[in-house]
């Protein structure tokens, strides 16, 4: 498996593990998805609400790359989170909209990458303002790694609350 198709895997999987993670969270009453339980972001809710916002600040760095992905132009419209612990939808059903908006964002992305914008420097600001410059590639596993590290979070949540979210595992999309 080349590089790219390993980004389109994740990218799949993303999808794939948000859909199961939104159905399962709407089994729970808004009280209990948004009941703090001592997580890194308190509740189940403000653990999704961090993956989007995450996940839009990351999108809205990618498309500064110099290949110029049209794909992700939709995001000028957003603005960019200034906080991610902030609830920016306090509704899961607003969220999953979000949720699912930004997945298809990413599925259409994903295949406009070429195997040469991957070995760029990407050139972004931090969420405190401070200049960076990391190897594209490399941003890319983070961006992947940082969702299923907070899903694996949300999914213990869940799992607490009483809430089976199913396989979990990478190995269940490849083939």
Same mark, same amino acid.
């Given at each position: 498996?080349?590089?790219?198709?390993?980004?389109?895997?994740?990218?799949?999987?993303?999808?794939?593990?948000?859909?199961?993670?939104? +159905?399962?969270?709407?089994?729970?009453?808004?009280?209990?998805?948004?009941?703090?339980?001592?997580?890194?972001?308190?509740?189940?809710?403000?653990?999704?609400?961090?993956?989007?916002?995450? +996940?839009?600040?990351?999108?809205?760095?990618?498309?500064?790359?110099?290949?110029?992905?049209?794909?992700?132009?939709?995001? +000028?419209?957003?603005?960019?989170?200034? +906080?991610?612990?902030?609830?920016?939808?306090?509704?899961?059903?607003?969220?999953?909209?979000?949720?699912?908006?930004?997945?298809?964002?990413?599925?259409?992305?994903?295949?406009?990458?070429?195997?040469?914008?991957?070995?760029?420097?990407?050139?972004?600001?931090?969420?405190?303002?401070?200049?960076?410059?990391?190897?594209?590639?490399?941003?890319?596993?983070?961006?992947?790694?940082?969702?299923?590290?907070?899903?694996?979070?949300?999914?213990?949540?869940?799992?607490?609350?009483?809430?089976?979210?199913?396989?979990?595992?990478?190995?269940?999309?490849?083939?």
């Amino acid at each position: 498996m080349n590089r790219i198709e390993h980004i389109a895997l994740m990218a799949s999987y993303n999808q794939w593990m948000n859909r199961k993670l939104y +159905d399962a969270a709407g089994t729970l009453s808004d009280a209990e998805l948004g009941m703090d339980r001592n997580a890194f972001f308190g509740s189940i809710l403000g653990t999704l609400n961090h993956l989007a916002l995450g +996940d839009t600040v990351w999108l809205k760095r990618f498309a500064l790359h110099p290949a110029g992905y049209s794909v992700l132009a939709p995001l +000028d419209a957003i603005a960019t989170p200034t +906080d991610l612990k902030q609830l920016a939808f306090a509704d899961i059903r607003e969220l999953g909209v979000r949720r699912a908006w930004l997945d298809q964002l990413i599925i259409a992305w994903v295949p406009t990458v070429q195997e040469a914008d991957l070995d760029h420097r990407l050139h972004y600001h931090n969420m405190r303002g401070m200049a960076a410059d990391k190897p594209f590639f490399s941003l890319l596993v983070h961006f992947f790694n940082h969702q299923t590290h907070h899903r694996g979070q949300a999914t213990t949540l869940l799992t607490q609350a009483g809430v089976d979210v199913g396989d979990t595992d990478l190995l269940a999309l490849i083939d």
